[in-house]
T-cell receptor, first 115, second 114 residues
Framework: GAVVSQHPSWVICKSGTSVKIECRSL??????MFWYRQFPKQSLMLMAT?????????EQGVEKDKFLINHASLTLSTLTVTSAHPEDSSFYIC???????????FGPGTRLTVL | AQSVAQPEDQVNVAEGNPLTVKCTYS??????LFWYVQYPNRGLQFLLK??????LVKGSYGFEAEFNKSQTSFHLKKPSALVSDSALYFC????????????FGTGTRLQVFP
């Protein structure tokens, strides 16, 4: 199957700073990438869907100015948490899909802790 | 609106016994159904999917799931559980197999006791 990586795997930052998380499809072209957020002991909640070269589509209740998503190439999407606060602490997971695969492939996740 | 329900927060089973993790869904049109497993502090690993065809789907690590349209269910099963199967299992539904968002259930923690 296809491989999706995320970097970093974990990050700790101070309140008010911005954090960038990368999601890469290593061996296929990802026309669509998804960003999910998972709270402790809870399910995954979709934050946004991004198609390469287009603006991301955000789910209701997700602040697009706070969670900036860029999908500039077919192998890379980034999620930037701007002016992070402790309530942004969470596990962020991306997934990617491409025309040659009939499923989404998930990255290993990034744990963000905001102090 | 699409939705997925996993009625059990936790399932306990003894090693060697069969296991079932339940999932029911609601979606307009034909459903695309998925099962994923998550180990602590890890992303999701794909187990199996139903798109069309045979109602019994076989997946990774000996897992299988049965699509039941009349009961709108897609229960995950394994004939003989292993301690290493202990993890968090998510059922998900989508309107397409790769381009649409996945709607996840709340997850079921499977605990297999030796």
């Amino acid at each position: 199957g296809a491989v999706v990586s995320q970097h970093p795997s974990w990050v700790i930052c101070k309140s008010g700073t911005s954090v960038k998380i990368e999601c890469r499809s290593l061996d296929f072209q990802a026309t669509t990438m998804f960003w999910y957020r998972q709270f402790p002991k809870q399910s995954l909640m979709l934050m946004a869907t991004s198609n390469e070269g287009s603006k991301a589509t955000y789910e209701q209740g997700v602040e697009k100015d706070k969670f900036l998503i860029n999908h500039a190439s077919l192998t890379l999407s980034t999620l930037t948490v701007t002016s992070a606060h402790p309530e942004d602490s969470s596990f962020y997971i991306c997934s990617a899909s491409g025309s040659m695969y009939n499923e989404q492939f998930f990255g290993p996740g990034t744990r963000l802790t905001v102090l | 609106a699409q939705s997925v329900a996993q009625p059990e927060d936790q399932v306990n089973v003894a090693e060697g016994n069969p296991l079932t993790v339940k999932c029911t869904y609601s979606v307009s049109g034909n459903p695309y159904l998925f099962w994923y497993v998550q180990y602590p502090n890890r992303g999701l690993q794909f187990l199996l999917k139903y798109i069309t065809g045979d109602n019994l789907v076989k997946g990774s690590y000996g897992f299988e799931a049965e699509f039941n349209k009349s009961q709108t269910s897609f229960h995950l099963k394994k004939p003989s559980a292993l301690v290493s199967d202990s993890a968090l299992y998510f059922c998900a539904v989508s309107r397409s197999y790769n381009t649409d968002k996945l709607i996840f259930g709340t997850g079921t923690r499977l605990q297999v006791f030796p």
